[in-house]
C-alpha cells in the first residue's frame, strides 16, 4: 500500500480479508501502516457456520443466493464466489496464529448473526 509506516489510527475490513491474494502478507502490510496499539476490525464469513441455523443458511448461501443472484445480475460467478471463497478460509484457531504470528494481539473473537459473521478485533503490537 502506498502509505507511510505507522499512518493510521485504525482500519476496518470487512468482507474482504478472504479475498487477499496472500492472507498472512495482506495482513503484515496492514500492521505497518498501523500505529502501534491501533485497532483492526475485520467482519467476515467463517469457514462454518454451527447451530440450528447452519442448514437454512447453507441451503440460502450456497443454493439460493446464487440462483438469486445469475437471475438479477446476469453474473453467475459473483455469487458463487461468495460460498466457494469461505470454504477454504482458515477456522477461527489458525486465523488466531495467523494474527499472532503477524504481530497482532486478539482482542475480541465474537460470532454475530447466529454465527453467520465473525467479527474480529485486533491490537498492533
Request: proline share 5%; glycine share 6%; charged share 30%.
Amino acid at each position: 500500500m502506498p502509505f507511510k509506516n505507522e499512518t493510521f489510527d485504525g482500519c476496518i475490513v470487512a468482507f474482504g480479508i478472504r479475498n487477499f491474494e496472500n492472507l498472512e502478507k495482506g495482513i503484515k502490510e496492514t500492521g505497518r501502516i498501523l500505529k502501534k496499539d491501533a485497532l483492526f476490525v475485520i467482519l467476515e464469513f467463517p469457514n462454518k457456520v454451527k447451530g440450528v441455523i447452519s442448514p437454512i443458511f447453507k441451503l440460502y448461501f450456497r443454493l439460493l443466493l446464487p440462483l438469486i443472484g445469475r437471475i438479477f445480475s446476469k453474473s453467475e460467478f459473483a455469487y458463487t464466489y461468495l460460498p466457494e471463497s469461505t470454504k477454504y478460509f482458515p477456522s477461527k484457531e489458525d486465523l488466531k496464529e495467523i494474527f499472532k504470528r503477524c504481530g497482532y494481539e486478539v482482542v475480541e473473537m465474537k460470532e454475530r448473526t447466529f454465527g453467520i459473521v465473525l467479527e474480529i478485533t485486533l491490537r498492533r503490537i
